[in-house]
């Protein structure tokens, strides 16, 4: 299986700060890559699919870029709905796997 | 709107089965591929199965091959998760989810539901 690696696991941020997560795969899936925002006690929300492919209705703070084996999520400016878990997904191969999380918190 | 709603959840022994059903609503249902998605509370994700438009192509997640069957009712807009000998990491929340795409699917999902919380154990 694909395995997917995040980083950090965890950070710390303000409101109005540039954040970016990084998801590495252990093979190349192309483009072939989600990434989920998941809020505390929520079910998770696609933010974006094929690397970068803005979902309807995110905003456009939200960017996602990589290809390979390396990819990128970043946040250009945190606002205060921007806290919670993120969670990468590759969609190349069966079985479908995500990344451990990324937990952002308010500093 | 579209919506997916969960149920059958609920303490199950080691063991035994247990059904899990989605309820959609708010889309062309049998159009769309779906999926299970479970997580472990306070940790991360781990897709579990999944079920093209019309049943042909169907997919599991090597931890739960052989004990789970996904199956859907077009007819009904819904899919199920039958779940046999279960076991107690098999406990979790379990999403039912939305491909974004039609037919056979990207296996991105774009809806989800609340979840249900099943819990092996003795």
């Known amino acids: 299986a694909i395995q997917l690696t995040q980083s950090p696991t965890s950070l710390s941020a303000s409101v109005g700060d540039r954040v970016t997560i990084t998801c590495r795969a252990s093979e190349s899936i192309s483009r072939d890559l989600a990434w989920y925002q998941q809020r505390a006690g929520k079910a998770p929300m696609l933010l974006i699919y094929?690397?970068?492919s803005l979902q309807n209705g995110v905003p456009s703070r939200f960017r996602g870029s990589g290809s390979g084996t390396g990819f990128t999520l970043t946040i250009t400016s945190l606002q205060p709905e921007d806290f919670a878990s993120y969670y990468c997904q590759q969609f190349n191969t069966y079985p479908l796997t995500f990344g451990g999380g990324t937990k952002v918190e308010i500093k | 709107e579209v919506q997916v709603v969960e149920s059958g959840g609920g303490l199950v022994r080691p063991g035994r089965s247990l059904r899990l059903s989605c309820a959609a609503s708010g889309f062309s249902f049998d159009e769309y591929a779906m999926h299970w998605v479970r997580q472990v509370p306070g940790k991360g994700l781990e897709w579990v199965s999944g079920?093209?438009?019309?049943?042909?192509?169907?997919a599991y997640a090597d931890s739960v091959r052989g004990r789970f069957t996904i199956s859907r009712d077009n007819t009904q807009n819904s899919v199920y998760l039958q779940m046999n000998s279960l076991r107690p990491e098999d406990t979790a929340f379990y999403y039912c989810?939305?491909?974004?795409?039609?037919?056979?699917?990207?296996?991105?999902?774009?809806?989800w539901g609340q979840g249900t919380l099943v819990t092996a154990s003795s």
């Open positions: 094929d690397a970068s």
């Open positions: 079920i093209s438009w019309n049943s042909a192509s169907t």
């Open positions: 989810a939305k491909d974004i795409d039609l037919w056979f699917g990207r296996k991105v999902f774009d809806f």
